[in-house]
């Protein structure tokens, strides 16, 4: 796995300072900014898999540059700021922040929040991008991508919906990994009409489990591939192997 490469984006010198060294102890490559022109710069210059962005940067409001970069990129962001308010807080969401940190904070809860948006990130791109493998196969099934054919065991067609389909994508490149409904929806739009939210959400991804086991299990009301993870989401619980057509 490739060293975490975190952009700190604070104009008082001693916060990023200390911040940059603390990420550094603690296995990341910390690369210090205080200006919006920075920012761009390290952008442009090469990889970046974090943004710590404090929300007060001297004349530039962090706010409006956090807004600028979702509408360019899907780079993850987490808002650091003394303004600490809820009002504060849901601002930095409604421009796309990932989590907002209140100053002054634990260094050690900068970090685990940093790993949580992180680990989020490198799953949700495991989900888009690993799911394009061509060929996939599981309990005697194959799945053919660039066909978009599903076999069963006794080599007989099985027709998938878009929906059902890119819900066993999503599966396939993630085996024995629980998956949250939000994580499984972040992959595509679950109703063909929209981004559902909260319980919405929930029972569209239940309901789209559903059909899917009807469709491969043996028995859908006693799951053994697409099993469901109390607590979590779902998990599918069989062996997979992928290889391109």
Known sequence: MAIPRILVVDDDAD???MMTQFLRQNGSIALPAATEAEVRRHLEGGRVDLILLDV???DENGLEICNR???EQDVPIIMVSALSADHQRMAGYEVGADDYIAKPFNPELLLARAKA???RARRSSSLVH???TMVFQFNGWTYDAKRNEVLSPSGIQVALSRRETALLQALLANPHIPLTREEIAATFDVTGSGEPSGEALGRSIDVLVGRLRTKIERNPKDPRMLRTERGV???FAVDVTAQDS
């Open 233 to 235: 989401g779902y998990v």
């Open 130 to 132: 690993r799911r394009k």
């Open 56 to 58: 007060m940067l001297g």
């Open 69 to 71: 970069l979702r509408k």
């Open 15 to 17: 916060m990023r300072q």
């Open 117 to 119: 948006v992180l680990s």
